[in-house]
């Protein structure tokens, strides 16, 4: 299926359904560093990000272009083994109910192969210490470090994620589209380290900055491991963390977790 774009130029489900979440994260990122710079809203201060986080900002780039790259590959793939599967789906009228549910079904498989993936990640010390050790150097997140990963994990929990909730959700390439450019806006906004008043992921997520916030600190790390979208198997699990956003005497806020769980 294709896209009409100006002057009759046609661009395909599938190539949109590839590269699109892809320009989505560098731009939503782009935003969010220009707004870095308010520091009444940050989570963590910039002298902090700069001097806390174990990893240079042009190896971040280099990391999250990496895995972008195997995600484009793995799209292209797969768009094309179930492209007539797609073309027949689309050529019936889907109903805003069924794109709906689509979007919900793909969540629920995407959070839970995220979280159960991402706890046994570190909870297997050699997983941890080899492989997703790499993305908690960034100590204070920021935008575009949301998909800084080792290449394996990127590709298991990120890529094999996305290609489970395309397939079980039933969802064309032309929802998968808009699907995955919103789970690419909440990626980067959950690591944007900063709390915006307004933010309407905020509002309709309790999985959101400051929840993941707590999850990249020492004492967070064995909680707090659902992502991107629900906080529910850190609840159901016992993994759950609960917060307070306070405000730091310098500007900005701090989550701080609950005295029980932090002594825990």
């Not at 201060?45 to 999250?64: A, I």
């Not at 027949?88 to 793909?106: C, D, E, G």
């Not at 400051?210 to 016992?238: C, E, T």
Request: charged fraction near 15%.
């Amino acid at each position: 299926m294709e896209m009409m774009m100006n002057r009759g130029f046609k661009v395909s489900d599938e190539l949109l359904g590839t590269f699109a979440p892809i320009i989505v994260y560098w731009a939503y990122s782009g935003i969010y560093v220009l707004l870095g710079t308010l520091e009444g809203y940050r989570l963590h201060s910039k002298k902090d990000e700069d001097e806390k986080n174990l990893v240079p900002k042009k190896d971040v780039v280099k990391g999250v272009l990496l895995q972008q790259a195997v995600q484009a590959v793995v799209a292209t793939i797969l768009f094309a083994v179930t492209g007539s599967d797609s073309e027949s789906a689309q050529a019936q009228q889907t109903s805003l109910i069924v794109l709906a549910r689509q979007f919900l079904v793909a969540m629920m498989v995407l959070d839970t192969w995220q979280y159960f993936m991402h706890r046994y990640m570190h909870h297997n010390k050699f997983l941890y210490r080899h492989i997703h050790s790499q993305h908690h150097r960034l100590i204070v997140p920021y935008a575009f470090g949301a998909l800084y990963n080792h290449p394996l994990e990127g590709l298991l929990l990120d890529t094999v994620g996305g290609a489970l909730s395309f397939l079980v959700s039933g969802m064309s390439p032309r929802a998968s589209i808009f699907f995955f450019s919103f789970a690419t806006l909440k990626t980067v906004d959950d690591h944007c380290g900063l709390w915006l008043p307004g933010n309407l992921f905020h509002i309709f997520f309790r999985n959101n900055s400051a929840y993941h916030d707590i999850h990249h600190q020492l004492y967070g790390n064995k909680y707090n491991f659902s992502q991107p979208f629900f906080v529910m198997w850190d609840r159901i699990l016992g993994t759950y963390m609960p917060y307070s956003l306070e405000k730091r005497t310098n500007g900005g806020f701090e989550a701080r977790p609950t005295k029980d769980c932090k002594e825990n």
